[in-house]
């Protein structure tokens, strides 16, 4: 089993080139190759010093291996602010990263597994089911991908969030040490606080945040406002009932004095009535909550269907009237199928058609 430079933290790429007779600064050139330029060619480098070199020269493509994600499909959205990428793992699995770009900001969203276990009835990459966890080089990758595109239009990467194909907090190890490289300041410095994980409701993963005070943000799925109603969307929900989730919540909500988004993806009949918004203001009183309302992105998998706008602009007045912040998000990159895992089911469709 080769060693993935991307996996390892400073620290650790250091022991490791050190153990070889390296100096400390042979490692901190290495990582800035790696993470702060987002090189994808170490051994092209001519300026790094003759031990560096020959060290890459013997080791880099047998037993050290770098990540360097290679572009299956690339598809931009008509809006021209959406990117969106299938990229290439070593065992051929493909996973998404797409880019959005705001006023004066960019965001990306990266994934976290190969397919995902959660099986979300309404999201395309649940209906293809768990393949395997990234590692965290595969993580890393995907931001410096990110990065390198836009860097090649002047703009810098701002902003990230954990919400594109699989459950981060099912790979909670990986994900965590994805995340302390990728906001070291000696490379790619993306703060903890631009930095939002988004779960499902893995109750073990959000009560360990709250222990560890995770410094990065949270972000819980809830889209249904009973047990019953909530199980039917996500069948986690059967392993961590919305009762835990919640009481989970208030105890990471009180631990860490931090915020919680909450995504409540709006379905026409099926969660987006008074009632509805009603049962959410109560299950959220005294959590230090903002809720995120987001438009479903329809998929061929999922029979159900947008609401209507006005329904959406009742659900937010009754969540706001309750004391509780409410966004209607914009919605990305729906003709690039953004929505999460679209663009790698329509790959699989048109590969099944050929
Ligand atoms: S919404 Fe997220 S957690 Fe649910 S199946 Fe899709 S990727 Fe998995």
């Known amino acids: 089993m080769p060693t993935h430079l991307h996996d390892l933290t400073f620290d650790e790429l250091r022991a490791l080139l050190t153990a070889d007779g390296l100096k400390p600064a042979h490692a901190a050139t290495l990582w800035n190759s790696l993470h702060f330029k987002a090189d994808t060619d170490q051994l092209g480098r001519t300026d790094f010093l003759p031990p560096l070199r020959k060290w890459l020269e013997a080791h880099l493509g047998s037993d050290c291996q770098t990540d360097v994600l290679p572009i299956a499909t690339q598809t931009p959205s008509s809006d021209g602010l959406t990117r969106k990428y299938l990229l290439k793992l070593h065992d051929s699995q493909e996973i998404e990263t797409v880019i959005m770009g705001y006023t004066g900001r960019h965001t990306a969203c990266i994934s976290t597994q190969a397919g995902c276990a959660m099986g979300c009835v309404f999201c395309a990459t649940g209906q293809m089911g768990f393949v395997r966890h990234l590692r965290p080089g595969e993580i890393v990758a995907q931001v410096h991908h990110a990065r390198r595109v ?19 907090l099912h790979n909670y190890d990986n994900v965590m040490k994805a995340l302390g490289i990728i906001s070291d300041t000696r490379g790619a410095n993306i703060g903890p606080s631009k930095i939002s994980i988004s779960t499902v409701g893995v109750v073990p993963g959000i009560l360990r ?42 105890t990471y909500s009180e631990k860490t004095d931090r915020k919680i988004f909450f995504a409540w993806t709006l379905i026409a009949g099926v969660n987006d009535t008074p009632d509805h918004a009603h049962r959410v203001a109560t299950l959220l009183a005294g959590i230090q909550a903002h809720v ?10 999922y029979e159900g269907r947008e609401s209507a706008e006005t329904a959406g602009d009742v659900f937010h007045r009754i969540i706001q009237d309750a004391g509780i912040p409410c966004t209607i998000r914009q919605r990305r990159g729906i003709d690039v199928a953004a929505g999460c895992g679209q663009l790698k089911a329509v790959r699989n469709r048109d590969k099944k058609a050929v």
């Open 150 to 168: 836009l860097r090649e239009h002047g703009e810098r990467l701002r902003n990230l969030v954990l919400m594109g194909m699989g459950e981060p």
């Open 209 to 250: 945040m709250a222990e560890e005070n995770s410094p990065y943000n949270l972000a819980v799925s809830l889209h249904g406002s009973t047990e019953a109603e909530r199980a039917a969307l996500i069948p986690a929900n059967q392993r961590w009932p919305l009762s835990d989730l919640i009481s989970a919540c208030r």
């Open 292 to 301: 995120n309302l987001i438009p479903l992105n329809e998929t061929a998998g």
